[in-house]
């Protein structure tokens, strides 16, 4: 074995760690995950050049609005799924040639590409930073697709050792990562720089393209967002069905005195999520209760598998199932059939004096919980009222603004 490959093993479980923060953030381990990992999170937060790295760049509390954005949500599924599925079938067929055969494997899906199981670990890395699309996720796997490309050359280089024209034969068949057809393509450009240059080159073009799309797609998702504003105070709705309720009912409701004599106390920009009282990941917003920090809870795995499993269900409710005690719609509904919505507001500390979406949404953007109502939307009534402390249910953890 390379002394490389325990370095790349190392990167890739690094990533693999870091993209599942999603998974380990609402289990009881969140606190030993968070000791280590929020301090690096809280550095890359603290300066301007890397604030960057931990803000999303694609919807995850919110319902995705629109086709695009519900498409790319379960592409995240589909390429969790496939890629792992993919990676295993490719894992037995290895294991099963080095146990009962000697030599590589070179047939199932070894007869198109040499490489499948790096093209599936990185597939498998494409759906997992579309479910927990933080911008460091998204780095962190282009790095990790350079380090696959690198250790494929290693590979090979052995291989060419241990089987010499066999392997160089099947190499001349055979893509790397994608159908010889496909690649063939690729050798047809101009390529007048050294061999080492060249991939150095295409690496960079690679991640510059990978980051600008993250950037592309976060700048669309924010200017998607289902937002009503007035004046210094703007209010998204979690749920697409609320977004005509915040048209006709949003202005009337900050004119109740107990939520009126509160945004008076400041003239900073408010941003206010309205959601289900029952919505499970309120806490990223703010701290609304000990039963919204997941973490306490015992629903991990049931929680992650039906978020991976059922993306369409999660596209027509989102986050709404699935807490002890809370039915999905057991909430929603007010004693006189009215509409009961929580509001969490929060105050937005942006360099930008421009009240838009993109200062409300931007990276730079400091976001502080302020207080939360639950208001019954029909009968315009505030049924109950909390002021907020600084923090979310995770502490001083970055989470998603949308």
């Not at 999303?56 to 919110?62: A, E, G, Q, R, V």
């Not at 010889?180 to 240059?197: F, H, K, N, T, Y």
Request: proline share 5%; glycine share 8%.
């Amino acid at each position: 074995m390379s002394k490389a490959t325990p370095v790349f093993g190392g990167i890739v479980v690094l990533y693999f760690l870091i993209a599942l923060e999603v998974l380990i953030m609402i289990s009881p381990f969140a606190g030993f995950f968070y000791a280590a990992f929020n301090p690096v999170l809280l550095l890359l937060d603290q300066w301007p050049a890397t604030r960057w790295l931990s803000a999303f760049f694609l919807p995850h509390m919110i319902l995705p609005p629109g086709l695009f954005l519900k498409a790319i949500r379960i592409g995240g599924s589909v390429f969790l799924l496939s890629g792992s599925v993919v990676f295993l079938v490719c894992a037995v067929q290895v294991y099963y040639r080095q146990v009962f055969r000697k030599g590589p494997a070179l047939r199932g899906l070894y007869q198109w590409i040499r490489h499948p199981q790096y093209l599936a670990l990185s597939v498998t890395g494409i759906g997992l930073a579309i479910l927990w699309p933080r911008f460091l996720t998204i780095v962190l796997w282009t790095i990790m697709v350079g380090l696959y490309y690198l250790l494929a050359l290693e590979e090979e280089r052995r291989m060419l050792s241990a089987y010499g024209d066999q392997y160089r034969a099947y190499m001349q068949r055979t893509g790397m990562f994608f159908p010889r057809g496909v690649e063939r393509i690729a050798d047809r450009v101009p390529q007048g720089s050294g061999l080492l240059m060249r991939r150095a080159i295409g690496f960079v073009v690679f991640a510059a393209l990978v980051l600008a799309g993250a950037f592309a797609l976060r700048a669309y998702t924010v200017a998607e967002l289902p937002l009503w504003s007035e004046g210094r105070l703007a209010a998204v709705a979690i749920l697409p069905v609320d977004v005509a309720m915040l048209e006709h009912r949003m202005a009337d409701v900050l004119e109740l005195p107990e939520i009126k004599a509160r945004i008076d106390t400041t003239d900073e920009a408010i941003l206010a999520y309205v959601l289900p009282p029952n919505y499970v990941m309120q806490g990223m917003i703010a701290d609304t209760g000990k039963q919204w920090r997941l973490y306490e809870h015992h629903q991990t795995l049931a929680m992650f598998a039906d978020w991976i499993l059922h993306p369409f269900r999660h596209l027509s409710g989102g986050h709404m199932m699935n807490h002890p005690g809370h039915g999905s719609v057991s909430l929603a509904h007010g004693a006189a059939g009215g509409m009961v919505r929580r509001v969490i507001f929060l105050r937005i500390d942006s360099r930008s004096r421009d009240q838009g979406r993109e200062s409300l949404f931007g990276v730079e953007a400091r976001r502080t919980p302020f207080f939360y109502a639950d208001v019954d939307f029909h009968g315009l009534a505030v049924l109950d009222v909390h002021a907020l402390a600084s923090g979310t249910g995770w502490g001083r953890v970055p989470t998603p603004m949308f």
